[in-house]
């Protein structure tokens, strides 16, 4: 007996292969190529050459905070440092760091990728390109400078906590190490990182089973944290850097930006939108969607979404509210 015939409902256009999936690769591909090239002949900028010289002097054995006078976290210092202690004393030798940044930015992507792999191939495939295409991203995140390798570290975590892969307690534990590392490269992740934070005290208020709460199990994800926190804690204890550390990674920021003269926030925001106005409309779109797919309240408490929502209003928020916001 002959089957009926039934028609399939053709597939969403993002959710196709074919010609979208094929265009998706070439472009990804075409704007990968441009910034790579725009990472190896631009120009320095005034901080590159700042946080190069405190990479070189980690090179040389010296100690940030204790030895010369630093301003941030010091993770990309301690890369940086790697890097150029095999090398000569050549300025040239900068460009190398140029090159570390390149990994950074290839990351951002590959999990801007993953993040929207729900939506289809082709969809998945544009995130990293709308990273790659927007100026300002572009330019600054294959510039050797704190920001980016923080955000990566950000960013790998909610990634983590999304993922399928190993245990819930490996994937909390691993998230709230990325975090702390992240916050060890840029101080600025303490900040626009409170929606973790707010997350993690939503999922000790409520309990319930792991599938229901954005942190997975906050006990492991504290942990996770505190032992990345000891590591950077041992190393300015076997390095007597405490004093030094308080005084210039923690307190002069605080001082400096309570003292700055500061100017309006939208200085930077709005060459922004002038030059990038599309991904914004998209990123506000994506949101909407977002957040209409939560529906209920329990969905919105347990949703991985919220997490990725929540991180958006603290960045505004945070950008927003600094005197001396930085692009």
Same mark, same amino acid.
């Given at each position: ?9 053709? #597939?969403?256009? @993002? ?17 990968? *190529? ?10 320095y900028s005034?901080? %590159?050459l700042?946080?190069?010289? !405190? ?8 100690v ?16 940086? +440092? #790697?890097?150029l +202690? ?8 900068? !460009?190398?760091? =140029? ?9 951002i992507?590959?999990l801007?990728?993953?993040?929207? =792999?729900?939506?289809g /191939? ?6 990293? @390109? ?12 294959? %510039? ?11 960013l790998? #975590?909610?990634?983590?906590? $999304?993922?399928?892969?190993?245990t ?14 992240g ?17 993690w005290? &939503?999922?000790?208020?409520? +309990? ?8 997975l $199990? ?22 007597? &850097? ?6 210039? +990674? ?7 930006? %309570?003292?700055?003269? *500061? ?10 939108v ?15 969607? &977002? ?7 329990? $969905?919105? $408490? &347990?949703?991985?979404? /919220? ?5 958006? #209003? ?14």
């Amino acid at each position: 007996m002959n089957r009926p015939h039934t028609e399939t409902p053709a #597939a969403p256009l @993002v959710r196709r292969g074919g010609a979208p999936l094929f265009i998706g690769v070439a472009t990804l591909l075409l704007f990968a *190529g441009v910034v790579v090239r725009l990472a190896v002949l631009k120009f320095y900028s005034i901080d %590159e050459l700042t946080y190069a010289h !405190a990479a070189w002097s980690v090179g040389q054995g010296l100690v940030p905070f204790r030895d010369f006078f630093f301003h941030h976290t010091p993770l990309l210092l301690q890369l940086g +440092g #790697a890097v150029l +202690g095999i090398l000569d004393d050549d300025p040239a030798n900068i !460009a190398h760091l =140029r090159l570390l940044m390149l990994p950074v930015f290839a990351l951002i992507c590959w999990l801007s990728y993953l993040l929207n =792999r729900e939506w289809g /191939t082709v969809a998945a495939l544009l995130a990293p @390109v709308f990273v790659l295409a927007t100026p300002l991203v572009a330019t600054m995140a294959t %510039e050797y400078r704190p920001d980016p390798l923080a955000f990566a570290l950000a960013l790998a #975590a909610v990634v983590l906590l $999304r993922a399928s892969v190993g245990t819930a307690g490996f994937r909390a534990a691993g998230a709230g190490a990325l975090l702390a590392a992240g916050i060890w490269a840029s101080e600025k992740v303490a900040v626009y990182g409170l929606a973790f934070l707010l997350a993690w005290l &939503s999922d000790l208020r409520k +309990g319930g089973p792991e599938s229901s709460r954005l942190t997975l $199990r906050p006990r492991a994800f504290f942990l996770g944290g505190a032992a990345m926190a000891s590591v950077a804690a041992a190393y300015l204890s076997l390095s007597s &850097s405490w004093p030094a550390f308080w005084r210039w +990674g923690i307190r002069w920021p605080l001082v400096h930006q %309570e003292h700055y003269p *500061g100017f309006p926030w939208p200085t930077y925001f709005t060459p922004f939108v002038r030059e990038s106005w599309w991904i914004l409309a998209l990123a506000l779109a994506g949101a909407a969607a &977002s957040a209409r797919a939560l529906g209920s309240r329990d $969905r919105v $408490r &347990s949703h991985p979404d /919220t997490l990725l929502l929540l991180l958006l #209003a603290t960045t505004f928020t945070s950008f927003a509210a600094q005197k001396s916001a930085y692009p």
